[in-house]
């Protein structure tokens, strides 16, 4: 990468990202994404997954800055830095997104990536009823409660921390597969896989417990089955800066008591 990159800006609907992109703009100037060197989103975990699903066919490597509520995958925002210098020093972390597969009762199939998790959640009061393969192996036959998901490392420290599942630590091609608030099998909490597994969730019975899925933040309703694999064909390289890049939040997160 050259010493002055072309550096593409691009901010969530908030009012201090709009103020930020004005600010770098006329600083920097503006590039679009496909002829730029790098993105640099403006926002917080939302904006960047957001950016990650729009332009990650691009192949640029991302410098996020944080300017939303939650920013585990973005750098702090500092508008009297030079961002190209900090660009310069960042470290890389590559992360692969799983790729998500869902039938519907309608009989229609739908796809999304997910950089962070998938997620199957009961869509009424009844408690969902799902069965869980592995590489085509049985492994649960009727896991009851409100849902389950699948996480990668970088979004283990999200919604799946949350549902008591493990952190994952950057780069240990692993996946963490976490059941939502389980009722049986009642001592069940999951599993670490290998990022290569593939997992497929069966919805045992749709019609009077329906299930929807979650790629990230792209819902399918009504869903029978869902297939998840990690995608081979795709991978994005988020820069961080050197005193507080990725993998350290991630094992950081490992010791919050």
């Not at 959640?121 to 036959?141: F, P, Y």
Request: glycine share 8%; proline share 6%; with cysteine.
């Amino acid at each position: 990468m050259s010493d002055s990159p072309r550096i593409a800006f691009l901010a969530s609907n908030t009012e201090p990202a709009r103020l930020a992109l004005a600010a770098m703009v006329a600083r920097h100037g503006e590039h679009a994404p496909d002829a730029a060197d790098v993105l640099c989103p403006l926002g917080g975990d939302g904006f960047m997954l957001q950016t990650l699903h729009r332009y990650g066919h691009l192949g640029r490597p991302v410098f996020g800055m944080k300017l939303g509520t939650v920013g585990f995958l973005m750098n702090q925002y500092r508008d009297a830095d030079d961002v190209a210098a900090r660009i310069a020093l960042a470290e890389p972390a590559h992360l692969r997104p799983l790729q998500m597969t869902a039938l519907t009762e309608s009989g229609t199939s739908t796809g999304s990536l997910a950089y962070n998790d998938v997620s199957l959640l009961r869509q009424t009061r009844q408690a969902a009823h799902i069965g869980v393969d592995l590489n085509g192996q049985e492994r649960v036959a009727e896991l009851i409660g409100d849902g389950v998901l699948v996480a990668t490392p970088a979004g283990s420290t999200a919604y799946n921390y949350s549902a008591h599942g493990p952190v994952l630590p950057l780069g240990s091609a692993t996946i963490a597969l976490t059941p939502l608030a389980p009722y049986r099998p009642r001592r069940w909490r999951g599993a670490i896989l290998k990022a290569d597994t593939e997992v497929r969730f069966r919805v045992l019975d749709p019609y009077k417990r329906p299930v929807s899925v979650t790629a990230d933040s792209h819902e399918t309703r009504d869903v029978v089955e869902v297939t998840i694999r990690e995608c081979r064909d795709r991978q994005v390289t988020l820069l961080f800066d050197p005193e507080h890049n990725l993998e350290d939040r991630i094992l950081s997160e490992q010791f919050v008591f």
